[in-house]
């Protein structure tokens, strides 16, 4: 069964950093584009960032672009997001999310195969 699972979210205060990690089974993890995506209420699902199947290019929303950083290890099926000087406006429940290699990724929720349940992440000022 496909799982998608993150952690490491939390309640932190602005300026400061987290590292979200998501770990991956029951596919083939290296021939997915990888992605983070967040959902703030009322508002609608946000791309933040997606990484290639081997992790050589990298894409990132401007609200965020800068600050974060995606990464990830396909020996150990597991995609991190690095968010640096977190601003209240970053709070969101943040999902990782999985794209065939050959479906070329892109911006929008719907292009993606697989999702996790999603972590809170809660910045306060």
């Known amino acids: 069964q496909v799982q998608l699972v993150e952690s490491g979210g939390g309640l932190v205060q602005a300026g400061t950093s987290l590292r979200l990690s998501c770990a991956a089974s029951g596919f083939t993890f290296s021939r997915y584009i990888m992605a983070w995506f967040r959902h703030a209420p009322e508002k609608e699902r946000e791309f933040v960032a997606r990484?290639?199947?081997?992790?050589?290019?990298?894409n990132y929303g401007d609200a965020v672009k800068g600050r974060f950083t995606i990464s990830r290890d396909n020996a150990e099926s597991t995609v991190w997001l690095q968010m640096n000087s977190l601003k209240p406006d970053d709070t969101a429940v943040y999902y990782c999310a999985a794209d065939l290699w050959w479906d070329g990724g892109g911006r929008s929720p719907s292009k993606y195969d697989h999702w996790g349940r999603g972590t809170q992440v809660t910045v306060s000022s």
């Open positions: 990484i290639d199947w081997n992790g050589a290019r990298t």
